[in-house]
């Protein structure tokens, strides 16, 4: 069914590409039996963007509607980590039902699913790393990015 959808919207239907690659890094986190894999690879996937954030000024709701072909590694990691984050905040299935969505993802689709824009969304994900990362010392955070790094 995925790959119908697929072909009728990727790269064609905006935000639908940065949705669909999301959602699969969503499920390769939620469903993946081995603690390594992409795109975290076993590092906490707040570090991981956290770690992105500081070193650039972009923010996620700036590069959405790009063309996928035109994103680096660093914004797909970016959109799965925040994927992980709505599911973390507002339910894994809530995040399954938007992935089925069959139309432009803007910030009225977020405001549907979600209660508020991309870009506030955003704002909450990024003011609650430093509770999220609390957890872990700063040599753990650390090693994680270090890791991810070398990955």
């Known amino acids: 069914m995925r790959i119908v959808r697929s072909s009728r919207h990727y790269s064609q239907t905006p935000g639908w ?25 076993g590092a906490c996937a707040d570090v991981i963007a956290h770690h992105i954030y500081r070193a650039r000024e972009e923010r996620l709701h700036q590069f959405w509607n790009l063309p996928i072909h035109s994103l680096a590694t660093d914004h797909l990691v970016l959109v799965g980590a925040f994927m992980l984050y ?26 549907t699913f979600f209660g508020a824009s991309l870009e506030r969304i955003e704002d909450a994900w990024v003011h609650h790393f430093p509770t999220a990362l609390l957890s872990l010392t700063e040599a753990e955070q650390e090693a994680d990015v270090q890791r991810w790094e070398r990955a």
């Open 17 to 41: 590409s940065m949705l669909e690659e999301g959602f699969s890094m969503f499920l390769s986190e939620r469903l993946s039996i081995q603690p390594n894999v992409f795109p975290f690879y």
């Open 86 to 111: 709505l599911g973390d905040t507002f339910s894994d299935d809530r995040v399954v039902t938007f992935s089925k969505s069959d139309y432009a993802i803007t910030d009225d689709t977020f405001r």
